[in-house]
């Protein structure tokens, strides 16, 4: 398994505290905790079938599961945003979703649980157990998030003019239409803010599904009216970028 966060800062560690986990019916801490920021990605630890969950807001708020070889089931938690639908298959690594702060957690950071299934009648972790030992450092992890290239984006159809071009906006609209997406590149940044020249923050990949919350259309020069999809409040990815689409809306518009 590898590391699902590019943070290696465990906050919590398997086992621990366990005066607060007795109410949620454990001797400790029934996983670890990765600290990070909002926004952060989060990424599939092992290759499986992914599970939605019902939101919950007393415990783990919003996560998913991933079913692996071997009866291992893998939790995300706390999660400000899922982006792959409910019975993906997904291989490890994969994007699933942005570190968040939602159900029992009082800072953004990643509650990732690791359980074996069957468990005895005994075992009062209930089949849970502790995920550390499992992870591994791999090549594609040491490069994610913060080195990631500015160039991704730009390099897939939108080359900036020799010199550097003119990022200056000259005018944008922001128009509130919820939705989702299903990203048709190979790769899509994800940027704090409506301009390639933003720094990216994190990637989606090809048949991601995001859901939007606004649209912002902007100016470009040349032309161009570009169109953002923004979500989770100040996460943006280029629907269309100088002319070309590389989303598909649900509501076939692109
Ligand atoms: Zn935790």
Same mark, same amino acid.
């Given at each position: 398994m590898?590391?699902p966060?590019?943070?290696r ?12 986990y ?6 400790g ?5 990765f ?10 630890a092992?290759?499986g079938m992914?599970h939605?969950?019902?939101l919950d807001?007393? $415990? ?5 599961t991933i ?5 291992l089931?893998?939790?995300?938690? /706390?999660l400000?945003q899922?982006?792959v639908k ?10 699933i ?7 029992f957690?009082? $800072?953004?950071?990643? /509650? ?8 005895t ?5 209930k089949?849970y ?8 450092e791999t ?8 080195s ?14 020799? $010199?550097g071009?003119?990022s200056?906006?000259?005018s ?5 239409k919820k939705?989702?997406?299903v ?8 940027r ?5 020249q933003?720094?990216v ?36 990815v280029?629907?269309?970028?100088q ?12």
């Amino acid at each position: 398994m590898q590391f699902p966060t590019s943070s290696r800062i465990i906050t919590q560690q398997f086992g621990e505290n366990p005066a607060i986990y007795a109410q949620f019916g454990f001797p400790g801490h029934n996983g670890i905790d990765f600290a990070g920021v909002l926004g952060d990605p989060i990424y599939a630890a092992d290759a499986g079938m992914l599970h939605v969950h019902p939101l919950d807001p007393q $415990g783990y708020g919003l996560y998913c599961t991933i079913t692996h070889k071997e009866n291992l089931t893998s939790y995300y938690c /706390h999660l400000q945003q899922l982006v792959v639908k409910d019975k993906a298959t997904l291989k490890a690594g994969d994007l699933i979703g942005f570190m968040g702060n939602s159900g029992f957690s009082t $800072g953004p950071h990643l /509650h990732l649980g690791l359980r074996k299934l069957p468990y005895t009648k005994n075992d009062p972790y209930k089949g849970y157990i502790d995920p550390l030992p499992y992870l591994q450092e791999t090549e594609s992890n040491a490069s994610l998030p913060s080195s990631l290239p500015q160039t991704s984006f730009s390099s897939l159809a939108c080359p900036l003019p020799a $010199g550097g071009g003119q990022s200056s906006t000259i005018s944008s609209r922001t128009v509130d239409k919820k939705g989702t997406a299903v990203i048709k590149a190979t790769l899509l940044n994800i940027r704090s803010a409506p301009s390639i020249q933003a720094p990216v923050i994190g990637i989606l990949y090809e048949s991601a599904v995001l859901g939007y919350e606004k649209m912002v259309m902007v100016q470009s020069g040349g032309g161009w009216e570009d169109v953002w999809l923004c979500f989770g409040e100040v996460l943006y990815v280029a629907a269309v970028f100088q002319g070309v689409a590389y989303v598909q809306l649900d509501n076939g518009t692109i």
